[in-house]
């Protein structure tokens, strides 16, 4: 074996004196496609349920697959170095959709245009600086505290990395192991489950939601004695994945606070309100008139908001310890790590890290690009904020990220604490008003993508210390992976939000409104499906108040008449379009906590009583000794997007219950157990539910206005012919298709006894 100067305890699998195909076209060229792909898929997940998952394991075993592939037909074998490239580069979507799913949509909430460079603008900057500050901090977290700082996922990748060595890898570890060994059987059907979870979920997806043959959402309404109670689920596999995957507690707490808000508080608001002969603001019709989502959308609404907004400020108070004690370890090392580092053989392939000038040269630049950018609203104090904070919870969530690993890293948390100490440093200064909304944003949105990147680059990087990647080929990976996923997914959220906008006729929201439309400059015409029933162009109206109508943006005729409010399809409220078909829209709730934020500070904007409600909810729960922020969530999701959680969250805990009891697994801690059934095979399977399912929903949704007539074509044909998509069973029928891929989940969990 080449000889290996590192020390025994932390002796990577390929030596610092191995030297591997490692940085190659290939591996650059599909790691960033692969992140494209799986930063579409959380973008598409944190819209819908404020969620995302790790993409590490699910990327490495694509890549290694996609690799083993390409050797049949003539390629040359790939490295484990190439595939920890692949994986590091695949991995920065994942954040980057976190961050812009977060923060980006609460600028059209707030009242302001998702526009295109502004999205694109936030998703680099924020994406690349991330990366830059966790540079200097590497050799004090993933190597000097190695043994502290475990990076759970970061090892787990490791794991699937090193098992599925190619024989070149395998002879430069010094490892011998036979073709038909069982790891190396146990990598190729690992291989297996992924693929064929992605392809079951995007075939269910298009059978669903294309060719109509089941209902999507099955939902039950009930009558007396709880009148206006509901409980529905969306059929889908991307939630039954994120549900197994999270797990049975969070599942559960998550689809309690939605049991809360459609099973006590609408048949609650209904029981108190029908009696009553004048709406109840900030309704405009009367109770006994409404629907279920009708209550919701009108009252529990903000009383969700409220409850998220309490949950995420105590959850970051209470992590306030964890947070000054994380910053204070990865700040420790920095200074003496300079003198430490000339120590260290820098010739050694893993001891190089980009150069800490190109760091400091780069960040500079970023932040420069940052104060001079128009579609920003940026000013020098801005600026410093997102340098301040960023560096502070860059820090932090790299530390937090090797304790508590990525799934439990509070970055939305010091996104609201960015929020926060901004718009209080703006009331400070008298910058109040819709004006500073956009520039109080971009500046938690740069943080918060720089938080969630940050903790991504600690990961790979622990998975590169482990397997013995060289740091500074990784850092180039990740930040051309950040860069080309930033790119695609503005773009991906601005067409989401199209798909689903409705353009609903102004006489029927705000009939008797007008405006002069001599004052107004910009303009547009319609777009996806309805725009080809009206090719005008119309003036464009910013409404700010509820004086005849609601609050919005209006599309108006020469003369001033209002023609349509134009409801965006990320956090819209009208479901329909006029022609009766039905059109699906993101919740985004994480955004519109973000929104309430800055609207509650800057501008005094909200229906407090309902609010402090919500508020209520939260502390009673704290009280109770039960964290919040997760049930708090599920009390201003729908039902029926947190109930199919649950049902993968319960499939989770019936496999683990059963995997518990075979023998290989006696003796282990709470813990190990934990991280088995991170490993098995179920959670392999889930993840290729959610990249099937959610990829080919993003794809449905953006073709939706190319597709018009093939959808309203099936529409027809389903409705008239398919009863499992229309009729009295349609529900229970449409349940069918859903408990098939339920059972093959629980299945493909359960593991064989050691032999």
Partial sequence: MPYDPSPPSVKPYIPASAHLPELTWRALIMGTVLGMVFGASSLYLVLKVGLTVSASIPVAVIAITLFGLAKKV?????????????????????????????????????????????????????????????????????????????????????????????????????EVRDADSDEAKEARMRAFIIFGGFGLGLLYKVLNISLKLWKDTVNFVFDAPLKAGSAGAEISPELLGVGYIIGPRIAMIMAGGGVLSYLLLIPMIKFFGDALTVPVAPGTMLIRDMSPDD??????????????????????????????????????????????????????????DIPLKW???????????????????????????????????????????????????????????????????????????????????????????????????????????LVGSTPRLQQYAILVGALASALILGPILLKLNEAGTVYVPAAQVAPRVTTDATKLTDTMQLQGPQAASDHATYKVWQKTDTVGGPAGKYLVRPDGTLAYLVDPGINGQFHTRPDGSEVKKYDAPKAVLMSYIIKGILDHQLPWTLVLFGVMVAVVLEMSGVASLAFTVGVYLPLVSTLPIAIGGIIRWLVDRRNNTLPQYNGLSADELQAAGDRSSGTLLASGYIAGGALAGIIIAIT????????????????????????????LLSILPYAAICVLLYVVGREKPAK
């Fill in 359 to 465: 760091v400091v040269i780069g960040c500079l630049g970023i932040i420069a690009v940052i104060t001079f950018s128009t579609p920003l609203h940026m000013n020098v104090l801005g600026a410093l904020l997102i340098l301040v904070f960023g560096f502070l919870f860059s820090t932090v969530s790299s530390r937090l990220t090797g304790e508590v690993g990525s799934s439990s890293n509070p970055i939305s948390g010091m996104a609201v604490a960015t929020l926060l100490f901004t718009c209080l440093i703006f009331l400070v200064m008298g910058w109040t008003g819709g004006r500073y909304y956009v520039t109080a944003l971009s500046v938690g949105a740069i943080v918060c993508i720089a938080a969630s990147n940050a903790g991504t680059t600690s990961q790979d990087l622990k998975t590169g210390f």
């Fill in 74 to 174: 003539g390629g040359r074998e790939s490295t484990i170095l190439e595939n920890s490239i692949t994986q590091t580069a695949g991995s920065a979507g994942e954040s980057i959709a976190f961050g812009l799913g977060v923060t980006m949509p609460a600028i059209m909430i707030l009242g302001f245009d998702l526009e295109i460079s502004r999205v694109m603008l936030v998703g680099v900057l924020g994406g690349l600086l991330g990366i830059l500050m966790m540079i200097p901090m590497r050799r004090t977290m993933i190597v000097d505290q190695h043994r502290e700082l475990k990076y759970p996922e970061g090892t787990a990748c490791a794991e699937v990395l090193k098992a599925a060595a190619t024989e070149t890898s395998r002879e430069a570890a010094g």
């Fill in 704 to 731: 939706a206005g190319v597709m018009t007539d093939f959808d309203n074509a099936m529409n027809k044909w389903a409705e008239a012919m398919n009863p499992f998509f229309a009729g009295a069973s349609a529900d």
């Fill in 295 to 352: 209550v919701r959308s009108a009252y529990v609404l903000y009383i969700g908001a409220g409850a998220v907004a309490a949950g995420g400020l105590i959850s970051l108070v209470r992590s306030l310890p964890t947070i000054w004690n994380g910053l204070k370890g990865g700040l420790a090392g920095i200074g003496k790590n300079a003198g430490k580092a000339s120590a260290v053989d820098s010739s050694l392939r893993t001891e190089q």
